[in-house]
């Protein structure tokens, strides 16, 4: 199971690599534009603090399949172990093909449907990246459509692997990783409300009274 926060800000990533079990970090124009720095430095300030163990993942911007490739190309050339995420539209799917022939590592992005997703995989892609919240906001079920994908690719594409992503709450988070799903990729402040919860700190706080109260002095 692989774990990956999907952001670009260097600050988080420091902070939460050190305490997070994280393979890696995702990141997207959008996510890219909020940090107002160029890709280029992001991605190298990302590298150097995630290290060689760890996997950076970062989406080309054209909808031409020969631009993509040349973008992803140059993507590579400077950032050889980075996965390059490809839109799963059909010039998205050409580019994935011809990527995966040069043994360039490609995930299919912008997911929506499984049939969609289960393409990308026969095109070579090694990850694909359903977007469950999102298909629930267009009335789909996201974690149906990771279910469904996930199937199709146990069973026909094992070189594939489903990493979802697009999540809103804890429990969407959980219900996909109960599909079998082989990673995901959830925002910093998603990540964190799992730690959150005020009854943890208020159990600790009961802890710490009755062992005072019983011993008046600390642990040892």
Known sequence: MEFYLDTANTDIVKKLHHCLPLAGVTTNPSIIA????PLF????????????????????LSRDTNEMIDQALHLH???????????????????????SAKNIPTLGTAVYGSGQGFLAALAG?????PYVNRIDSQGGNGIQV???????????????TVLAASFKTPRQVLETLMTGCGAITISPDLA?????????????????????????????
Not at 147 to 152: F, M
Not at 199 to 206: P, T
């Open 34 to 37: 909020k940090e107002r720095k």
């Open 41 to 60: 430095q992001v991605l190298q300030q990302l590298q150097d603090i995630l290290g060689d163990n760890t996997q950076l993942f970062a989406q080309v």
């Open 77 to 99: 050339e400077t950032f050889p172990t980075l996965v390059i995420k490809i839109p799963v539209t059909l010039e998205g799917i050409s580019a994935i093909k011809q990527l």
């Open 125 to 129: 892609a090694k990850y694909i990246a």
């Open 146 to 160: 990771a279910n469904e994908l996930q199937t199709l690719l146990t069973q026909h594409c094992p070189h594939s």
């Open 192 to 220: 964190q409300l799992f730690l959150s919860d005020p009854a943890v700190f208020s159990a600790l706080d009961i802890f710490e009274n009755d062992w005072s109260n019983a011993f008046n002095q600390n642990f040892f």
